[in-house]
């Protein structure tokens, strides 16, 4: 009775592990989706998403090192095993019942080539045990080297890439067939878990990983003490393609996300090329992590976020966060924050287009009456001043006579032209920044500004092509649109020229040499700093702060995100090489014979005065 009660047990645990046992010649296709891959503006890699298949390899492609690299780490006796190998297994399991915890995994290359081709990643014992079982089918119907080839070709490499080809080509920039034994360890090591040891996140991680396979192929004797000691010893982190640095995935997210409104959907692979500058994101990211070694904790300042654009609206540089592994949320494109006083030049261009002058005078002083009654940054008030000297020094209770003077209406109508989807309340308090906006929006005002009064429409895709080369997008210069009057602009570019000179609130933000102009902003209880500015070429916009809205430790603009502005843009201008020519020929500041006069006389303190002052721009 017991014997056929055994029985019965067995044939149940029989059918219940066999009933639906997949079929051998029905392979399950890959899970993977067409690759869209993103370009530099020079054709260098920023990202990939989806699936890259490479060439399928043959064991004639496939390197000595490769071979033996990974089976020194995934399975070192699978040529004498029948499958499953018992001895590994074992040892799997005493390790992880030594640790408590899962530390080894007893799967045989075999193994998880019948979980990729047949069964689910499950971790179940029925789906062990099946894995098991195909696995035995497999060995029995394929020979060793057709086992190897057929997982090396599908295994996942991390950064979409499918099979070892396409991680070669992915990581080195060559054919499997080209690869040397570091080269193999690395990518061996990936397999251990790709996006972790992943050269393109974490290069340093790859090289110690590396090393370690290194150290296990000598220990199963497939290369000798010496030659693994050399390569130990000359190992450097992968040599990727130039990436155009750490945080450029803010960047290629934001365009991923513009790429169905320019095509239809497709199953085709896809190649976006963009306006990225990989000389200016690797020296945005660079000066960024110097400062931020510099900022005391005490401080409290935990995000920044920083975005370039060229005199057309190319964004050529782009920041959204200190850690892109830590949070993918794109401070420069997604936060709405209160952009502080980094919002009054759109009041006072409001002002010059009502016929005041950067000399027209304002009382500042304390606010006395109605029910909106701001103060100046310390308490501090200057009495009768200019419209330039109270741009200059951010003066609150000025900006407020003179939004009060032009009307909040004529201001909204300057905010609608210069392209804020978040149109500012009707309220005084709008002119001091209040309402909340984003760093692209932000910093293409102020390109506006730069660009002598020309609409300017930010945009990151150049071009779009399918998997044969096919185009199936060109980005085309819309045509010049004069929204603002040439002699308003050249005011107020004279009036945020001051406010980077001696005295001025961005005075830490002034290049060495060429053109400066920019304007601070900081917000109540210090819980946005910004920068906005521009040079000859480029238009840079700095915003610093913390996710949940805490307050700094009196951070102002002017103080770190001045300091970063200076800090890199100073190196641009001082780099030999061209950025990004934009496909506009639109110069940066108009080069008309007036315009050029106004600026002449500005450069000299001269201003405009009396019937010099410009006419009212009426639209």
Same mark, same amino acid.
């Given at each position: ?183 193999? =360890? #690395? &990518? *061996? ?8 040891? $992943?050269?393109? @996140?974490?290069?340093?991680? +790859? ?106 609206? =190319? #964004? &050529? *540089? ?8 830590? $949070?993918?949320? @794109?401070?420069?494109?997604? +936060? ?284």
């Amino acid at each position: 009775m017991f014997i056929l009660l055994c029985f019965s047990v067995f044939c149940a645990g029989a059918v219940y592990f066999l009933y639906d046992l997949p079929d051998m010649d029905k392979v399950k296709p890959l899970d993977t989706r067409p690759s869209i891959v993103v370009l530099a503006d020079d054709g260098t890699l920023i990202a990939r998403y989806g699936g890259l298949q490479g060439d399928v390899v043959t064991m004639k492609d496939v390197p000595a090192s490769l071979k033996y690299a990974v089976m020194a780490v995934e399975d070192r006796r699978f040529y004498s095993h029948f499958g499953i190998d018992p001895i590994g297994l074992t040892r799997a399991m005493w390790t992880n019942l030594r640790e408590r915890r899962w530390v080894q995994g007893g799967s045989t290359i075999t193994q998880q080539l019948a979980k990729n081709l047949f069964l689910t990643p499950d971790k179940t014992l029925r789906r062990k045990v099946q894995e098991a079982l195909m696995a035995l089918r497999i060995e029995h119907k394929y020979t060793k080297d057709e086992i190897l080839l057929a997982y090396l070709n599908r295994v996942y490499f991390g950064d979409g890439a499918y099979g070892v080809d396409a991680a070669a080509k992915t990581y080195f920039n060559k054919p499997a067939s080209k690869l040397n034994l570091y080269e193999s =360890a #690395v &990518l *061996a090591g990936l397999l251990k878990a790709p996006s972790h040891f $992943s050269p393109s @996140n974490n290069p340093d991680l +790859a090289m110690a990983r590396a090393k370690v396979v290194i150290k296990t192929m000598e220990e199963a004797g497939y290369i000798d003490a010496k030659r693994a000691a050399w390569v130990i010893k000359s190992a450097r982190p992968p040599g990727l393609k130039p990436m155009s640095g750490d945080l450029n995935r803010y960047f290629a997210d934001w365009v991923i996300g513009q790429v169905d409104g320019f095509i239809s959907s497709t199953s085709s692979d896809i190649t976006v090329k963009t306006t990225l500058d990989p000389k200016l994101q690797l020296m945005a990211e660079s000066k960024q992590r110097a400062l931020f070694k510099k900022i005391p904790p005490k401080d409290n300042v935990t995000q920044a976020a920083l975005l370039t654009e060229a005199p057309d609206g =190319a #964004v &050529l *540089a782009m920041i959204g966060g200190v850690d892109y592994g830590d $949070s993918q949320f @794109n401070r420069a494109t997604q +936060a709405l924050r209160q952009p502080g006083s980094s919002f009054k030049p759109f009041v006072y261009l409001a002002a010059l287009e009502a016929g005041l002058a950067p000399d027209t005078k304002i009382e500042d002083a304390p606010i006395t009456e109605g029910k909106y009654r701001p103060e100046n940054y310390g308490n501090e008030y200057y009495g009768t001043v200019t419209l330039t000297e109270a741009l200059k020094h951010s003066m609150n209770t000025a900006t407020i006579r003179l939004l009060k003077l032009v009307g909040v209406e004529k201001f909204v109508e300057v905010a609608v032209r210069m392209g804020f989807t978040h149109v500012p309340k009707p309220e005084l308090s709008a002119g001091l920044g209040a309402d909340e906006v984003n760093l692209l929006e932000l910093t293409n005002a102020y390109a506006i500004i730069a660009n002598g009064g020309t609409a300017v429409w930010p945009y990151a895709v150049l071009s779009i092509k399918d998997g044969e080369g096919h185009l199936l997008y060109q980005h085309e210069p819309p045509l010049p649109l004069q929204i603002f009057a040439s002699h308003d602009i050249a005011n107020l570019d004279g009036m945020l020229s001051e406010v980077v000179m001696p005295g001025g609130t961005g005075e830490a933000a002034r290049l060495s040499h060429g053109r400066t102009a920019g304007k601070t902003g900081t917000t109540q209880n210090y819980r946005d700093a910004w920068f906005i500015g521009y040079s000859d070429r480029l238009v840079t916009g700095v915003w610093m702060g913390n996710d949940d809205g805490t307050s700094m430790s009196h951070v102002t603009g002017g103080k770190y995100p001045a300091q970063l502005w200076h800090n890199y843009m100073e190196e641009v201008i001082n780099f030999n090489t061209p950025v990004f020519v934009p496909e506009s020929t639109q110069p940066l500041v108009p080069a008309d014979s007036e315009f050029s006069d106004m600026l002449n006389r500005w450069s000299s303190g001269s201003g405009f005065t009396g019937d010099d002052a410009p006419p009212v721009y009426n639209r």
